[in-house]
């Protein structure tokens, strides 16, 4: 098989969708790979590394999408990579196709298949490749909260640990999944005063028993989280239903009970985002203010740090671009159900039926596709 790899083009992105230590085992597999000019350079990878793993250079966008079978990316396509799709070509990368009507109907109008890497799934009923950018993302989002806080950029000018004679930040973090579990463990780590919020009783517990001492956690009711959220400096938001639009767990209304100053960290922007006033934002422009709330809602947290992103993320999706590089999308997909949750859209048709309710369109069943 003919593997491309584009040059990621959102703004302010750095990460590559595959390493050469990626291309080296692709090609050891026996396929090729041609990968566009200077595309790993904001990851540390000159394309001498590619050349030297096996890979062809190639000096264009429309060079890998005219050419390859699979194309392997990071972030969802734009308008312009959407229109160079092709009919049974395969994509695999991020989608986040419920809050993006758009790119929904150009990959259907395209005929492309598109395996969405937020999708697929593990037999504990994780997303082994959400979780390497939940685990960046949620890292992250202390340590750009507290940048945040700072009074120059609109912030209330709250440290994060405090220091003797004065209290920490009081940070609550919404969500005890991957992102927020680690937001919470650093946020703390930085000295805060931290507190989870999450509906599911058994997470609740798992958070207590091993980090029972390092943060506190509650159950999310609406009055448990407007009690907090009043009384905080910092808010994370790392709620995820797979696949589907995120859901707004605080208005604007509620906005005016909050501290004036205190920071928003959106975390779930990728599907919508889990606050009505969250919209997304780059990093070259990352926060604004509403109602005297600063909101930090950049799509992709995880290009901050390329380097580290593009080679966790490349060691999670290689074992399943091996199994489409070597079966072929449709028999990997019947081979590994998990894969097969990855499929959002094949032929014209949708096949993810959280994002076919988010966006009111018909969905296929993927066992039916690949029968």
């Known amino acids: 098989m003919l593997i491309g790899c584009p040059k990621e083009i959102k703004p302010q992105e750095f990460r590559v969708g595959l390493t050469p230590n990626a291309a080296r085992e692709v090609v050891a597999n026996g396929h090729q790979v041609i990968v566009e000019t200077n595309a790993g350079l904001g990851t540390g990878f000159s394309d001498a590394d590619y050349i030297e793993a096996g890979a062809e250079i190639v000096p264009t966008a429309s060079d890998v999408f005219e050419r390859a079978e699979l194309v392997i990316k990071v972030k969802e396509p734009q308008a312009v990579e959407r229109k160079m799709l092709r009919e049974g070509q395969v994509l695999f990368t991020y989608l986040h196709l419920a809050p993006d009507p758009e790119q929904t109907k150009d990959l259907l109008t395209s005929g492309c298949t598109a395996i969405a890497y937020e999708t697929v799934t593990d037999v504990a009923g994780g997303l082994p490749l959400l979780a390497p950018m ?16 700072q009074k120059a950029n609109g912030g209330r000018g709250v440290l994060m640990g405090g220091v003797p004679g004065v209290g920490p930040a009081n940070v609550v973090v919404i969500g005890g999944g991957v992102v927020g579990t680690h937001a919470a463990r650093v946020a703390a780590g930085m000295g805060a005063d931290v507190t989870v919020l999450d509906r599911s009783l058994p997470r609740l517990r798992y958070l207590d028993d091993v980090f029972g001492g390092t943060f506190k956690n509650s159950y999310a009711n609406a009055g448990n989280t407007i009690d907090l959220v009043r009384r905080a400096d ?17 208005t604007r209304e509620q906005l005016s009970e909050m501290k004036p100053g205190a920071a928003i960290v959106d975390v779930a922007i990728d599907q919508g985002g889990c606050f009505e006033t969250s919209h997304a934002t780059t990093h070259q422009d990352p926060i604004y203010e509403v109602d005297g709330i600063m909101h930090y809602c950049v ?3 995880p290009g901050a740090v390329a380097r580290t992103s593009t080679i966790a993320l490349g060691n999670a999706t290689l074992p399943f671009l091996l199994a489409l590089a070597n079966k072929g999308w449709k028999q990997a997909c019947i081979d590994d159900p ?11 048709q949708l096949t993810y039926f959280a994002v076919g309710k988010a966006l009111g369109i018909d969905v296929v069943s993927p066992s039916l596709v690949i029968k």
């Open 134 to 149: 939940s685990e960046v993302a949620g890292r992250l989002a202390p340590q750009v909260g507290a940048w945040t806080l």
């Open 234 to 250: 910092m808010v994370i938001g790392a709620v995820l239903v797979p696949g589907a639009a995120a859901p707004k767990l605080i």
């Open 299 to 301: 799509a992709n947290m």
């Open 338 to 348: 998990h894969l097969l949750n990855g499929l959002n859209v094949h032929a014209g």
